[in-house]
């Protein structure tokens, strides 16, 4: 089974920390995703990879950063966190790019809170 | 992008069978028909995705109108390990180089009594 794993469930840190999340898939897959969840507005796109050193932005990008250094890993980085970026934020894997009947799987998520 | 509409919530008993609607009026030829779940502090779980014909899997199937404004999930025997949040989300054929992401609307809320 495909297993997509995020670095920690529950995050705390203070408005202006650098925060790292980290996501690493293990099925060789060439997409990784990046949203956030939150009450009311669903899952929103907040960048996505098709291959290594490869992003593009989705559909709110503002005051997120990625790295894409390894093929199996994505890393989501708040340069400077602040309160309104208190989330769920899930990390997910597709296998080819550009293709409408990929499948996506979904980490566990990440709860972050920004104090 | 071409959008869903779907209940906000249903609710079904267990072990009966359970069918979620979902319309989709302004779906282009080449959009696929892609059903997520979430359980209650999971991610989301990829269960069924289908272009033009019926399909069926070991979660579920899916049933897609002749003209394909509409489709409708499937569950045979509802249990309550069943009980999340059923999102319907249309995929276009060939995304190009645009995103690849998923849109997720607010989906449907499925209650399973015992």
């Known amino acids: 089974d495909v297993k997509v794993t995020q670095s920690s469930r529950y995050l705390v840190k203070r408005t202006g920390e650098k925060v790292f999340l980290e996501c690493v898939q293990d099925m060789d897959h060439e997409n990784m995703f990046w949203y956030r969840q939150d009450p009311g507005l669903g899952l929103r796109l907040i960048y996505f990879?098709?291959?290594?050193?490869?992003?593009e932005k989705g559909d709110i990008p503002e005051g997120y950063s990625v790295s894409r250094e390894k093929k199996e890993r994505f890393s989501l980085i708040l340069e400077s966190a602040s309160t309104n970026q208190t989330s769920m934020y899930l990390c997910?894997?597709?296998?080819?790019?550009?293709?409408?009947?990929?499948?996506?799987?979904f980490g566990p998520g990440t709860r972050l809170t920004v104090l | 992008d071409a959008k869903t509409t779907q209940p906000n919530s249903m609710e079904s008993n267990e072990e009966e069978p359970v069918h979620l609607p979902c319309n989709h009026s302004t779906i282009s030829g080449t959009d696929y028909i892609h059903w997520y779940r979430q359980l209650p502090s999971q991610g989301p779980e990829y269960v069924i995705h289908g272009l033009t014909s019926n399909v069926n899997n070991r979660m579920a199937s899916l049933a897609i109108a002749e003209d394909r404004k509409s489709s409708t999930l499937i569950l045979h025997r509802a249990t309550l390990r069943d009980a999340a949040v059923y999102y319907c989300i249309l995929s276009p054929k060939d995304s190009g180089g645009g995103a690849d992401g998923l849109t997720f609307g607010k989906g449907t809320h499925l209650i399973i009594q015992p």
């Open positions: 997910a894997s597709s296998l080819f790019y550009g293709r409408g009947d990929n499948e996506q799987f």
């Open positions: 990879s098709y291959d290594v050193k490869m992003k």
